[in-house]
């Protein structure tokens, strides 16, 4: 008996060591050179001309408009579609009715039609050549090539995102918590903030900051709806486009360097949250 | 205080839940529901404590109408088969709930709500635990927690589904006895779901 124990000298769960090192490594490679290295580059390049080619760049009229345009689309967008989607992840995840599964499709749409098409969409709608089209900017109302439009295409593309993370967490934790906060007397609302708000924070956070993300790259959609207009219309990642087209290298480089701190910013915040967070994280996951 | 159940239905969709039922349950009493799974017994309960409302029939608590009273307005301790402990909330968080939620007005002072909670956890011969999260706890201290969770709002009745269903024998026998010895403290009408 104790040979057949001493021949398993390793748990049955570890790999032989170089299994081990081949594995790790090959996931590190992969990391460095699809990760990485384009990321490394990006600065690279920005940094080309040294600092102060960078701040030349994002000194540019052009490049300042889009980076306010950015970033107001983006802090607009973003608490819109968190509001939005607690509310569709709480119908389906709470209520039973009919065509709910279409709903469920329906959120997933924006993940399936390609930018272009919706951002394409969104200018035959509301474009010169439509009825309603016409009728708004007979009335001074101005989408296509416009904030307005901008703000819609950004809202359609990044809706799923908080539903998205939201829905198979609340489905998981079920009712059970909420009707109990209901029989102790707590109306509707006093359930949502102190019971299914908590609960669903770190979900809802991940989506949030996923939609963040897309929001501020968003290009395909921007790029049909938005004209490109400099200075008036266009996004940090349509002007990136532009500056590249142009030959001005350490312009585009610079905006994208931009975009790229933009969102290792936010990833940054994610990681000291849970950092942070991590004992009451631990307590509160599972029952 | 006296429950009445006057010819209670319940359909989902075409399915029947629940069959018409007739019950009377005098003010003080421990009344235990027998019964094989799905027969309706847990849909019973819910529907005492407005969780669910019946298709027909009516319910009356102490000589009044309520079938149509909000689960707010019923005022019933009801302790989930799962527990449903707020996972993100202290046990001593948990039993007060009940207490903060109360309209401003009858909300009671922190030190009273402190007192209230720290009495019920002795009830519960748990004094120690207020500082630990629901998932630091056995099945069988969460069950009391539950239970004193839903004794904390001074409930006129106490309905419990299935409270000893996920617990190993010893637990269980352990519960029964402590159910019986609350019930006998507090004279609370007492309903609770069992299959054994």
């Not at chain 1, 087209?245 to 350490?250: A, F, G, I, M, R």
């Amino acid at each position: 008996m104790s040979d057949i124990a001493l021949s398993r000298p390793v748990p049955v769960t570890t790999e032989p060591t170089f299994a081990r090192m081949a594995l790790i490594g090959l996931a590190v490679v992969f990391v460095a050179l699809f990760l990485f290295a384009p990321l490394v580059t990006v600065f690279a390049e920005a940094l080309a001309e040294g600092w102060c080619g960078v701040i030349a760049a994002l000194t540019l009229p052009d490049a300042r408009a889009a980076i306010g345009m950015t970033l107001t689309i983006a802090a607009i967008a973003v608490p819109l579609n968190a509001v939005f989607g607690i509310a569709a992840a709480w119908a389906i995840a709470k209520f039973d009715f009919r065509g709910k599964a279409f709903l469920i499709t329906l959120i997933d749409l924006p993940f399936s039609v390609s930018p272009v098409v919706a951002g394409l969409m969104l200018v035959l709608l509301f474009g010169a050549n439509s009825t309603l089209g016409a009728w708004l900017i007979a009335n001074d109302m101005r989408i296509v090539f416009a904030f307005p439009g901008i703000l819609l295409a950004t809202l359609f593309v990044t809706f799923p995102f908080v539903a998205r993370e939201l829905i198979p967490v609340m489905i998981e934790q079920g009712k059970a918590e909420e009707e109990a906060a209901l029989t102790l007397g707590a109306s509707g609302w006093r359930t949502f903030l102190t019971v299914t708000l908590p609960n669903i924070r770190w979900a809802l956070l991940y989506g949030v900051l996923l939609c963040n993300a897309r929001a501020m790259g968003e290009f395909g959609a921007v790029a049909v709806i938005s004209g490109k207009i400099r200075g008036q219309t266009a996004t940090m990642p349509t002007m990136v486009e532009m500056f590249y087209n142009e030959y001005l290298s350490v312009a585009a480089f610079s905006l994208a360097a931009v975009l790229a701190m933009l969102a290792l910013l936010t990833l940054l915040l994610k990681s000291l949250l849970e950092w942070r967070h991590a004992d009451l994280l631990a307590a509160t996951r599972r029952h | 205080m006296n429950i009445e159940i006057e010819e209670l239905a319940k359909e989902f969709g075409t399915s029947r839940a629940l069959h018409p039922v007739s019950l009377s349950i005098p003010s003080g009493a421990l009344i235990a529901l027998l019964g094989p799974s799905g027969s309706g017994k847990t849909t019973l309960l819910r529907i005492l404590a407005g969780l669910e409302f019946p298709t027909s029939g009516r319910v009356l608590f102490g000589g009044q109408d309520a079938t149509g009273l909000s689960v707010q307005e019923r005022s019933a301790g009801f302790v989930f088969q799962s527990y449903a402990l707020f996972r993100h909330m202290t046990v001593f968080e948990n039993v007060a709930y009940g207490l903060r939620a109360r309209p401003r007005k009858e909300r009671p002072t922190e030190a009273e709500i402190g007192r209230r909670v720290n009495r019920l956890l002795d009830l519960i011969q748990l004094p120690d635990i207020g500082a630990r999260y629901p998932n630091q706890l056995s099945g069988g201290q969460r069950q009391r927690v539950a239970l004193a969770r839903a004794l904390a709002i001074e409930p006129r009745m106490l309905l419990l589904d299935e409270p000893f269903g996920a617990l190993d024998a010893k637990v269980r026998k352990e519960l029964r006895q402590g159910l019986r010895e609350i019930h006998d403290r507090t004279g609370l009408t007492t309903v609770f779901v069992t299959h054994d």
